[in-house]
Each structure stands twice: as structure tokens, then as C-alpha cells.
């Protein structure tokens, strides 16, 4: 697909058709709308009230609410009837699976039905394995979908209620899947045949989603979505969210991957956040999304006009930069300056560098038994602005001890003129490598036998194009202030994708002392992670002097993890709770995590209830659900494998069920660090 970009300044929405969800006008040129999910028991209509008013306090345009009975939807129409009453007219959404009759009835109270393709009128059928070689028979359920749901947009056309068509990539029905498989087209196509039931019907007050746990997978989705959409004519707003993305940091940084990514491009008219966390915690990363998004649209950061040709939106396949071969005649060894699953670099200043516990502990180069190896979630090599003079016998003898562990030095070119280093990788920006290379060659300071250059995302194409002759080890791709990110990579790396220039390109991010940690988590998940889906870089590094190098550096690797790149700490797919679930799901996940949290490499689902059940945890290699009240099933990939386990042993028996499939290993023991 040629893709072309630069044209003009990024929109904060995709749609230019406006829908009206209660008194939330959305698409078009109205603002990102930000949304969040009850978690209280909707039957408890005390408590489920003032969960809303709490989300809504907390600046929740929209508020969904899961209905999955007839006496949850009896509640709907007291909750919104006591809303009112105290002066909070937020509109409300219906989270319906399973039951047609139920979405019906509670249109009557809400503002908004989400239907899930998936399971809204096939979704008896939803988690079998079906072979649909009858074309006849395709059609025939077709049809029942038609009749199932032609109802429910009558009444909402009746009643001026707004309907999203939620697809779930997890939870795609057995018809859906016998044709497309679990893939985005069959995500699409899903939501297509219930798109096409309400504009049969005159009805175009709806919304598209296309959620995934995994972020590569969401992306995949609603670019292909908008594609279609462009060529159908078609032009309605998206409702942007990755599922289950967690809690915390994790939840956060995956969320701002998918989201985020999307956004920059000028996707997205309304957004949530899915935390396992209290529904009002959803809603600060959600402005922060938003208002990344419409800061790129107000403030125009565009690029020079420029075409893609070479990036492909509907497959994925990541551009990997050549490692390091090492030269003869090198004292140090090269070879792991580079990760070749996607690399972590950080930044150090001289004051950290004397610390033991930073340079042991959080850049992880310890010293066992007189013998160095390097922790699979360390960093693999750091930037210094300023490297300690050859009288400062104390820095230059830390940064030995990280050669010595292969943890690499990158220094500028002026410092390590003055003071060389021996190993130090000698970096300049490519403007002054292309001026000296035209003045008669690049002469690196002594000791330095490798060169690393720096990118601002505005050189010239003869700039860029130099870089053959240059060979540097590693570009840092650092964009100038007030250039899209996004955009101004892309057109960098078509450039060195076009000429077959393989050099490994680090994303560095630098943030200001006012940055805070949220801003940080996503920032970076957006901007870097956005190109990062694309396949478009080797690893990251972000600097902020103000910040703790390990929350910088385990930040570095929950971006590299929720990119799908590497895999350093276990993986956690939980659903952010609602009225359908069983357990608490905030403790249960605490507890889970203290037991599995070293199995890097390993996935975990931990789903409420049946509906984020087998069918949300596409992703997952082990599955911790509630089946019933206090009871557990627990999953290998989408298959049952026990059931009805009580809670009270649950925690171990997944542990035992990671075990019998060969997954587990010991936690390792905690090394004291060796003083330098």
C-alpha cells in the first residue's frame, strides 16, 4: 500500500461525520471524547451511581456500564433516572453480550449500545471450532444475525440512541473465523455485516471498534478499517481502546502503543484506557492521549511532502538494523552493542556513574565469583554527554567495569577529543559527519574504532544518502522540537529503507525536568511505540536528568515488550473489571504477579468472568477466569483444562499448571552489588 504523508497537519479526529451520543457530539471537529467502565455489580445501583459520578467528576465524557441480564437492565433505568435527578447527565453505555432481548430493553435508559459482532446474535457458536464449507450455510446465519439485530437499530433510530460495533479480535464468532481466521480482515468483515444492517435501515448514528490486547494487532485493525471505509464511502467515527492491557505502567504503556499510534496518524474520535485499576484511573492517561493527539493537530507539526512506497500496513515485518561484526585488531568486543530482538539504551551522567547501586544494581552489570555475565533487563549500552576526565580515576574505573560486562560507552566526538576513552563509541550529528567527510574524512579520537551518528528527522535526502559512506555502527534518531515525530521518522526511514541502508536506528526521546512519569510512560509508548508497530526501529533511549535511570530503563523495556519486540518480564493480559466479574480482580492479579512475575517470556491472562474469558486472552499461553462465584478455570491457550477450583488454591494451581507444561523456572536469587 503506498501511504502518503506530510501533506498536511494531523487532525485530532478521523471522521468528519458527527454523531451524537446523549450530549457528547462526537467525529468531525469535535474534541477526542474520553471514556471509562463501571466496576461495581450494575444490580448494586447505590454503589454503580456513585461510581459515575465519580468518573464523571474525574472528567469522563461517556460512561459504559455492563448489562448482561434482565435484571441489570431493569437497574439501568433506575441509575439513569438517579443520575438525573442529581444533576449528572453523562451518557451512558450499555456493554451488551449474548442477549439481544436485554440490549432492547435497556435502549429505553441509555444513551448508547454496544454490541459485540462477535457474540450478539451467533455467539452460541462463539468459542466452537465450525467448518463452513456451505456457502448456503454462510449466508443463512447471516440472515438470522439481520433479523436478531434489525430490531434493536430500529429502536435506536426510534429513540435517537447511538450504537458502537465493538469488534473484539479475541472473541470473533466461529463463522467469522472458519472464513478469515483470528486475524484483523476477519475483524473487519465482522463488523462490516452489521454496519451494513444499520445503514439497510437508514440508521448511521454508530461507531466502529476494533480492540486487541495486543497493540501490533489493534493498529492492524483499525488501519485496515479505515482503508475499507475510505473505499466503501463510508466516513463514521472510531472508538479507539486495547484490551486488557493491564494495570499500571504496563497498562498504560500498551494502551498509549495502540492508541497512541492511531492517534498521531489522526484516528480516533473517542478513546479508553482498560487498567485493571478503579474506573476514575482510566481517565488521566486518557487526556494525556488526547491532548498529545489534538497538540499535533492545533500546532500543525508537519513534515516536508514525502511518499511511502515501502511500508506495508497490512502485514507486519520489522526492519532489524545490522549488529555489529567485529573488525580485526579490536581490543573490545562490539557484538552486544546491539540486542538483535530490539536494544535498551541510557542515558548516565558522571554522578550516577559513581553510584554502585546504579551502576550494579539498575544497569545490571554485576560481579559473581569474579566472573562477569549481564541480566537479560539490563541496558545495553548508555549515551554520556559528559565523560569523566583521565584524573577522575573513580568514573573512568566505573566505566571499565561496564566494559568489561559489555555494557558499551557512546561519548561526543569533542569530549572524547580532549579525554579519549579507550572502546568508546565516538558520536557526531550527521551534519557535522557529512561536513568532515566532504572536508577529507572523519578522524575518530584515539582509542574509538566505531562511530555513532545522530539524526534530527530535517536533513536533506544528500545527507541522509551520505550515511553509506559513513557506516556508522547506530543512528539515534533524536527529532527536532517541533517536528512530527511520526511523520519525520517515516520519511528517515523510506530514505534508508529505499537505498538498502541497513544501519540499526535508535529511537531517543528527550523529555523535560517538568516531565512526569505518566507524561513520560505515554509519550514514549506513543511517539516511539507508534513507529515501533510499523516495525521502524531497533530500541529506544530516553533521557530525562530529572528521572530515576530505572524507571527510565525498565520503561525502555515495557515499550519493547507491549511493540511485540523482547521479551524481559512476564506478560500480563487483565481485564480492567466490571459487573460480570467474580473476583477481586486488583488483588488477584497482585497476587499472581508475585508469583510469576520472573517468567519473562511467559503470557498470563487473568479475566473476570466467561465474556473476557478465552475469547479476550487470544494473546495468552496460561488462563486464570472465573467460571462461578469463588471457583476458577484455568486455561492453556483458549482451552479449558480445569475446572471449578476453588479461589483459595487457584494461585497455586496455575503455578503447577505453568510447571506441567514446562514453562516454569526458579526465581533467581538477589545478588548484593560489588563495590566499585
Not at 465524557?61 to 435527578?85: M, P, S
Not at 472508538?239 to 494502551?255: F, I, N, Q
Not at 469463588?630 to 482451552?639: A, N
Request: charged letters at 25%.
Amino acid at each position: 500500500m503506498q501511504a502518503r504523508s506530510g501533506i498536511r497537519p494531523l487532525r485530532s479526529g478521523f471522521s468528519q461525520t458527527r454523531l451524537l451520543i446523549g450530549k457528547v457530539k462526537v467525529g468531525s471537529e469535535h474534541p477526542v471524547a474520553l471514556q471509562t467502565m463501571t466496576t461495581t455489580d450494575t444490580r448494586d445501583i447505590e454503589a454503580t451511581v456513585a461510581q459515575v459520578k465519580k468518573c464523571a467528576d474525574a472528567g469522563a465524557d461517556i460512561v459504559r456500564i455492563t448489562v448482561q441480564g434482565k435484571k441489570e437492565a431493569q437497574a439501568c433505568a433506575d441509575i439513569r433516572r438517579r443520575l438525573f435527578e442529581d444533576g449528572y447527565d453523562v451518557p451512558l453505555v450499555a456493554d451488551i453480550h449474548f442477549q439481544p432481548a436485554v440490549a432492547m430493553m435497556v435502549a429505553e435508559s441509555f444513551e448508547k449500545i454496544r454490541v459485540n459482532p462477535g457474540n450478539f446474535a451467533d455467539g452460541r457458536k462463539t468459542f466452537e471450532v465450525i467448518n463452513y464449507d456451505d456457502p448456503k450455510q454462510f449466508e443463512e446465519e447471516k440472515a438470522y444475525i439481520e433479523e436478531v439485530f434489525t430490531p434493536l437499530v430500529l429502536k435506536c433510530k426510534e429513540l435517537g440512541r447511538c450504537i458502537r460495533i465493538g469488534t473484539n479480535h479475541g472473541s470473533l464468532s466461529a463463522r467469522i473465523l472458519s472464513y478469515y481466521g483470528d486475524t484483523p480482515r476477519g475483524m473487519v468483515e465482522s463488523a462490516f455485516e452489521f454496519a451494513e444492517i444499520c445503514r439497510k435501515n437508514d440508521f448511521h448514528n454508530f461507531l466502529f471498534s476494533m480492540k486487541a490486547s495486543n497493540p501490533l494487532v489493534m493498529v492492524a485493525a483499525y488501519r485496515l478499517l479505515a482503508e475499507e471505509m475510505y473505499k466503501k464511502g463510508w466516513d463514521y467515527p472510531l472508538h479507539l481502546g486495547v484490551t486488557e492491557a493491564g494495570e499500571g505502567e504496563d497498562g498504560r504503556m500498551k494502551s498509549a502503543i495502540g492508541i497512541g499510534a492511531l492517534l498521531m496518524d489522526g484516528l480516533g474520535d473517542t478513546i479508553r484506557v482498560s487498567l485493571t485499576e478503579d474506573p476514575e484511573y482510566e481517565i488521566d492517561p486518557c487526556k494525556r492521549l488526547a491532548s498529545l493527539g489534538e497538540s499535533a493537530w492545533s500546532n500543525g507539526w508537519g513534515v516536508p511532502h514525502f511518499e511511502e512506497h515501502l511500508r506495508d500496513t497490512h502485514a507486519f515485518g520489522r526492519r532489524v538494523g545490522d549488529l555489529p561484526v567485529q573488525l580485526p585488531g579490536e581490543e573490545h568486543d562490539f557484538r552486544a552493542l546491539l540486542h538483535r530482538d530490539g536494544s535498551v539504551f541510557s542515558f548516565v551522567d558522571i554522578n550516577e556513574l559513581k553510584q554502585p547501586e546504579v551502576l550494579y544494581k539498575k544497569l545490571g552489570a554485576k560481579l559473581v565469583v569474579g566472573m562477569p555475565f549481564k541480566e537479560i533487563a539490563t541496558a545495553d549500552t548508555i549515551l554520556m554527554r559528559d565523560i569523566p576526565p583521565s584524573s577522575d580515576a573513580e568514573g573512568r574505573r566505573a566505566l571499565r567495569r561496564l566494559q568489561e560486562v559489555t555494557v558499551h560507552v557512546i561519548a561526543p566526538a569533542d569530549k572524547l577529543a580532549s579525554d579519549p576513552l579507550p572502546g568508546a563509541v565516538t558520536l557526531h550529528t550527521l551534519r557535522q559527519a557529512v561536513a568532515a567527510h566532504k572536508a577529507g574524512g572523519i578522524k575518530l579520537p584515539e582509542g574509538s574504532t566505531r562511530l555513532a551518528l545522530e539524526v534530527d528527522g530535517t536533513e536533506s535526502e544528500e545527507e541522509i544518502l551520505c550515511l553509506k559512506a559513513l557506516s556508522p555502527v547506530v543512528l539515534l534518531l533524536n527529532i527536532k522540537d517541533g517536528v512530527s515525530r511520526i511523520h519525520s521518522s517515516r520519511r528517515v526511514f523510506e530514505l534508508l529503507k529505499r537505498e538498502s541502508i541497513m544501519t540499526p536506528v535508535i529511537h531517543h526521546i528527550r523529555f523535560p525536568a517538568s516531565a512526569s512519569r505518566d507524561e513520560i510512560v505515554i509519550n514514549t509508548g506513543s511517539l516511539v511505540g507508534g513507529l515501533l508497530v510499523d516495525g521502524l526501529g531497533d530500541g529506544a533511549l530516553l533521557e530525562a536528568p530529572h528521572e530515576d535511570l530505572d524507571f527510565l530503563r525498565t520503561t525502555s523495556f515495557g515499550l519493547l515488550q507491549g511493540s511485540r519486540m523482547r521479551n524481559t518480564k512476564t506478560e500480563y493480559v487483565s481485564c480492567p473489571s466490571c459487573g460480570r466479574t467474580l473476583f477481586n480482580l486488583q488483588e488477584v492479579t497482585e497476587q499472581i504477579r508475585q508469583k510469576t512475575g520472573h517468567l519473562p517470556g511467559v503470557a498470563i491472562a487473568v479475566m473476570g468472568c466467561i465474556v473476557n474469558g478465552p475469547g479476550e486472552m487470544a494473546d495468552a499461553d496460561f488462563g486464570y477466569v472465573g467460571g462461578a462465584p469463588g471457583k476458577i478455570d484455568l486455561y492453556v491457550g483458549k482451552e479449558v483444562v480445569k475446572r471449578g477450583i476453588p479461589m483459595e488454591g487457584a494461585c497455586d494451581a496455575l503455578v503447577q499448571l505453568i510447571k506441567d507444561n514446562g514453562r516454569w523456572v526458579e526465581p533467581a536469587k538477589e545478588e548484593e552489588p560489588v563495590a566499585v
